[in-house]
C-alpha cells in the first residue's frame, strides 16, 4: 500500500488510473469501513482511502481532540483488505489557510435532524469531502463509498455530487452491524462494558418503530405518538435521545400519513457521553 501524505503525491500515484475506487474515513477503522473497501476493490482499478480527523465538521464542545487515532492498526487493516493507496494528509496540507471557503448544503437537508444538533456539520462533511474528491479525482472520475448508517450525510453527498456535476459516482454499502445488531462505529469504543451492552436498544426502538408503521400499512398513522413513545422508552432506560423520527428516503420530510414512499426511521440518542446515531429503512 502507498501511503500519500501530500495532495501532490496523491495525484502523482494515481495519474494512470482511470476510475478510483474511494473510501474516505477518518480513521479508527472498524469492519464497515473494511466492508466499503472490499467493495472498492472490486468497483474501481485503483482501491483509495483516506484518514483525516477533519476539524470543520466538530463543533467546539465535541471530540475533535478526543477523536481515537490509531493509524498504524488502521494502516495494517487497509493492508489486509489490499487497499493500494492511502491518502493521510496532515491539517497543514489540507487546510494550508483558514478554510473561509466552505461548501453550503441546502440548510432543508443539512438543518435538520444531524444538524439541528451538530450546527455546521454538514458543511464541515461537504467542504472536506469536496477537496478529497479534488485530490483523488483529478485526472479521471471515479467511484465513492460511503456507508448506509450515516443516511443523512449519502444523501447531501449524493445531492452535492448531483448539484456540482462531479463526475463522482457515490455507492451505498449496508450498515455493518455487531452480532448483537448495534451498528458498527468508531465511536462504540468509548461505551464502558455496561453502556456496549445497552447499545443495541437504539437499533431496537428504530426496529420496533419500523415494525409499527409497516403494520400501520396504508391506514390511520399517528406517527408523533409512535416516535414520542420510542423516544420515551429509550429515556426510562437511561439514554438522552435527540430524535427518533420516520422520514421520506429522497427528501427526509416529515411523514403525517403513509403514502407509499420510501420511507426510513432515523435516530439519534446519547448513552452516558456516548451519542449513537442509526437508522432502518422501511
Ligand atoms: O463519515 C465520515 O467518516 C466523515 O464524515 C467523512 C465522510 C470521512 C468526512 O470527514
Known amino acids: 500500500m502507498l501511503i500519500a501524505r501530500t495532495v501532490a503525491e496523491l495525484r502523482q500515484h494515481l495519474r494512470s488510473f482511470h476510475k478510483p475506487a474511494f473510501v474516505p474515513t477518518m480513521g479508527n477503522l472498524h469492519d464497515g469501513h473494511l466492508n466499503l473497501m472490499r467493495m472498492a476493490k472490486q468497483l ?12 470543520l465538521q466538530f463543533l467546539p464542545s465535541e471530540d475533535f481532540a478526543s477523536y481515537p487515532r ?11 483488505v489490499g487497499c493500494d493507496v492511502l491518502f493521510a494528509p496532515d491539517e497543514a496540507e489540507l487546510y494550508p489557510q483558514p478554510q473561509t471557503f466552505k461548501l453550503q448544503p441546502d440548510p432543508a437537508l443539512a438543518d435538520i435532524l444531524e444538524g439541528q444538533f451538530r450546527p455546521g456539520f454538514f458543511t464541515g462533511v461537504c ?20 456507508g448506509q ?34 451498528a458498527l462505529s468508531s465511536r462504540n469504543g468509548y461505551l464502558s462494558p455496561e453502556e456496549r451492552a445497552e447499545a443495541v436498544q437504539l437499533s431496537m ?11 400501520a400499512g396504508m391506514g390511520h398513522l399517528d406517527v408523533a405518538a409512535l416516535e414520542a413513545a420510542a423516544m420515551a422508552g429509550l429515556r426510562d432506560r437511561g439514554w438522552q435521545p435527540d430524535y427518533i423520527t420516520v422520514r421520506r428516503q429522497h427528501d427526509l420530510s416529515p411523514v403525517t400519513a403513509l403514502s407509499g414512499d420510501p420511507l426510513v426511521v ?5 448513552l452516558g457521553k456516548t451519542r449513537l446515531i442509526d437508522n432502518l429503512e422501511i
Open 127 to 146: 467542504t472536506v469531502v469536496l477537496k478529497l474528491f479534488h485530490s483523488v479525482f483529478t485526472h479521471s472520475g471515479g467511484i465513492a463509498m460511503f
Open 70 to 80: 490509531t493509524f498504524e492498526i488502521d494502516c495494517d487493516k487497509l493492508r489486509s
Open 149 to 182: 448508517k450515516d443516511f443523512q450525510q449519502l444523501l447531501i453527498l449524493r445531492r452535492m455530487v448531483e448539484q456540482l456535476a462531479m463526475p463522482v459516482n457515490i455507492v451505498a454499502a449496508n450498515t455493518t452491524r455487531a452480532p448483537d445488531g448495534l
Open 44 to 55: 474501481g482499478d485503483v482501491s483509495v482511502a483516506s484518514i483525516f480527523v477533519n476539524r
Open 266 to 270: 432515523l435516530g439519534a440518542a446519547r
Open 205 to 215: 426502538a428504530l426496529k420496533q418503530l419500523a415494525q409499527a408503521v409497516r403494520s
